[in-house]
């Protein structure tokens, strides 16, 4: 089964202009879920998306969204990019579970640069 | 306010020993906890998880300890092996069910020596 796929994977864009990333979840899964991980602050949670809808979202500001397509595939876009918007943004994708199981599995993540 | 927190950035330990890894979480709607390995460029690999209602998880080399009363929990690795040198996330996710976003700590970097 292919895993989590993420496309760019590097990008370098320049203050004030906006990015698009895009995420495969893993066949099957339906949830999908972005963080930004920084070295300062770790692995951040940005948001999750189910069945085409904001299911949570973590505390960014609205320069950051989302969406995602009836094929669960994702998209995250910035605008008005900062430099400290500089970071690995990482998709994870995973199973409805209810029972507790919140097994995530990441895609290797976009490097982004805002210079 | 961090919520999980790794309070070691690294970590250095002899091939062979046992290495051991800490994660203190200060949410107590807490109830299901998880540890990633990442190495560089590349996302993180889901390890191994622990469900409150137990203390201990246990697959292969890898152990998840939970102390519920100190919100506390330790990711033992024994034995500890060159492939093991990465950072090591401890997440959490609350009680509910589904697959809400995940709070992770800042990671420690593992460092396992010849």
């Known amino acids: 089964k292919a895993g989590v796929t993420q496309t760019p994977r590097y990008l370098i864009k320049t203050r004030g202009q906006q990015v698009t990333l895009s995420c495969s979840p893993i066949?099957?899964?339906?949830?999908v879920s972005w963080y930004q991980q920084t070295p300062g602050q770790g692995l951040q949670f940005l948001f999750e998306?189910?069945?085409?809808?904001?299911?949570n979202k973590g505390n960014f500001p609205g320069r950051f969204s989302g969406r995602q397509f009836s094929n669960s595939r994702s998209e995250m876009n910035v605008s008005t990019l900062e430099l400290g918007d500089s970071a690995l943004y990482l998709c994870?994708?995973?199973?409805?579970?209810?029972?507790?199981?919140?097994?995530?599995?990441f895609g290797p993540g976009t490097r982004l640069t805002v210079l | 306010d961090q919520q999980v927190k790794q309070n070691s950035p690294s970590l250095s330990v002899q091939e062979g020993r046992i290495s051991i890894l800490n994660c203190d979480y200060t949410?107590?709607?807490?109830?299901?906890f998880l540890w990633y390995k990442k190495y560089p460029a590349e996302g993180p690999t889901f390890l191994i998880s622990?469900?409150?209602?137990?203390d201990k998880n246990e697959d292969g080399r890898f152990t998840v300890f939970l102390n519920k009363s100190a919100k506390h929990l330790s990711l033992h690795i024994v034995p500890s092996q060159p492939g093991d040198s990465a950072v090591y996330f401890c997440?959490?996710?609350?009680?509910?069910?589904?697959?809400?976003?995940?709070?992770f700590g800042k990671g420690t970097h593992l460092i396992i020596q010849p």
């Open positions: 994870a994708s995973s199973k409805l579970i209810t029972s507790g199981g919140h097994e995530q599995f």
């Open positions: 066949s099957g899964h339906r949830s």
């Open positions: 998306y189910f069945s085409e809808t904001q299911r």
């Open positions: 949410n107590s709607m807490f109830d299901y």
């Open positions: 622990i469900s409150s209602i137990k």
């Open positions: 997440a959490a996710a609350p009680s509910g069910g589904g697959a809400d976003g995940l709070t």
